[in-house]
């Protein structure tokens, strides 16, 4: 099993930054892809960024604006979040996928508040 612990959540205004930080612990070892989702009220949660072994990637509405960092020997998964916008807000969870079999793990979330 993997746990992850999201942290960095808060409220910010437009054009405002925050940096989303997750723990991992656990069987880590197997762990490959680590990312970021998102919900917004009222919406299905979608890919914000992932980085893998394969590389990086971020939803288009977020491409330039975010960036994903991986520390392994913290075991930890970042999302540096610049230019904030209102349409951001959301509930950010922090995923990894073990490589072998393709099997996800979740964080509870942390909520993100961007004022206009």
């Known amino acids: 099993q993997v746990h992850l612990v999201e942290s960095g959540g808060g409220l910010v205004q437009a054009g405002g930054s925050l940096r989303l930080s997750c723990a991992a612990s656990?069987?880590?070892?197997?762990?490959?892809?680590m990312g970021w989702y998102r919900r917004a009220p009222g919406k299905q949660r979608e890919l914000v960024a992932v980085?893998?072994?394969?590389?990086?990637n971020y939803a288009d509405s977020v491409k330039g604006r975010f960036t994903i960092s991986r520390d392994n020997a913290k075991n930890t998964v970042y999302l540096q979040m610049n230019n904030l916008k209102p349409e951001d807000t959301a509930v950010y969870y922090c995923?990894?996928?073990?490589?072998?079999?393709?099997?996800?793990?979740w964080g509870k979330g942390t909520l993100v508040t961007v004022s206009s």
């Open positions: 656990g069987i880590i070892f197997s762990i490959d892809a």
């Open positions: 995923n990894a996928q073990r490589g072998y079999d393709a099997m996800n793990f």
């Open positions: 980085t893998s072994r394969g590389g990086t």
